[in-house]
């Protein structure tokens, strides 16, 4: 008999964690010594810092880079977000797409920056945002859900003290209520830099307003729309990622969104998960999916932008 799935990712993460806290978490930002002062056993113990949701995006070099195109957003609690928006290059505006790039990459990296100047010829205004990187912790956390656990039936486990694992249990516990929180603190942060790229959107006269998202993007933007329901009235998938472990509530999801949406994945590639989620949303009965295969990298480059604004603004203009 042996540990449950549950219970052992449980364990996993508990024992990762501390593990990680214990040297900083990687995240946590290490004082400099003090003039005179070793860094050495003799130094005074620092107190633990929690690692926090932070960018890391170069907004302000981007700003002084992009001077024509910034808009700063007002995102409430996650602060001043960077936008970098293209406006229709049309006598007759389509409408707007907000470009949200792939996990830890800035507002004009890649594909994402490429992509406002062919979508703004074609008369839809793009704005593009970066997407900050959740805390390490999180990240982990999530990476170890997906992993398949070893299963080894012929062990037979150790006996365990009963206050010992009360306090595994306890540890666990605090533990996992940590990672609520930083998973709770991330969608916040995301809903608040989605809203007020919409809302800035919205402000300046744009409708129809489209949600564009690469890789993890993707998964970002569908659960904002499914939590949220923000004005928008269309989502496009480029080469998506969604969180590990957590695909299957796809089809839920899209039930909430209830909106048409439009993914795009690499020809080249023939994506084995792209196959697997057109199934899932056949068998669910969504009718507003569209799948469209591209000829491009994965993930796409700057050079791919061309069609595929081509693609995205056809679709569009259905």
């Known amino acids: 008999m042996g540990i449950s799935k549950p219970g052992a990712f449980r364990l996993s993460v508990m024992m990762w964690l ?8 990687q995240s946590a930002v290490q004082p400099a010594a003090s003039p005179g002062q070793s860094s050495g056993q003799n130094a005074p113990a620092m107190p633990l810092e929690r690692a926090t949701i932070t960018s890391g995006l170069d907004s302000e070099a981007l700003a002084r880079a992009n001077p024509d195109r910034v808009v700063w ?23 707007a797409v907000v470009l949200l790039n792939n996990e830890g990459l800035s507002a004009d ?40 656990l ?34 709770q603190a991330y969608r ?17 006269g744009y409708s129809p307003v489209m949600l564009l998202g690469l890789g993890l993007g993707a998964d970002v933007i569908v659960r904002e729309v499914a939590a949220n329901r923000p004005a928008v009235s269309a989502l496009i998938w480029l080469t998506p990622t969604f969180q590990a472990g957590r695909a299957q509530s796809l089809p839920d999801l899209m039930k909430a969104v209830n909106l048409p949406v439009l993914e795009l994945f690499s020809q ?44 995205i603004t056809a679709w569009l203009e259905r």
Request: proline share 8%; aromatic share 4%.
């Open 18 to 25: 501390l593990l990680a806290w214990d040297a900083g978490a």
């Open 150 to 183: 070893p299963v080894t039936p012929t062990e037979t486990p150790a006996p365990v003290d009963a206050a010992a694992k009360t306090n595994d249990s306890v540890m666990i516990d605090v533990i996992e209520k940590d990672l609520k929180t930083l998973e």
């Open 188 to 204: 916040k942060q995301q809903h608040e830099r989605l809203q007020a790229a919409i809302g800035e959107l919205v402000r300046r």
């Open 268 to 311: 080249r590639e023939q994506s084995k998960e792209a196959g697997q989620r057109q199934a899932l949303m056949s068998r669910a009965g969504h009718q507003q999916y569209r799948q469209q295969p591209v000829a491009m990298e994965r993930p796409p480059v700057r050079r791919d932008a061309a069609q595929i604004a081509a693609r």
């Open 73 to 95: 957003l007002d995102a409430g609690d996650s602060g001043r977000v960077l936008g970098l928006l293209e406006p229709e290059r049309s006598a007759s505006p389509k409408g």
């Open 109 to 148: 990296a890649g594909v994402i920056g490429a992509l406002r100047a062919p979508l703004a010829e074609a008369g839809w205004a793009a704005l593009s945002m970066g997407l900050p990187m959740p805390d390490y912790a999180l990240q982990k956390a999530w990476q170890m859900e997906a992993e398949p």
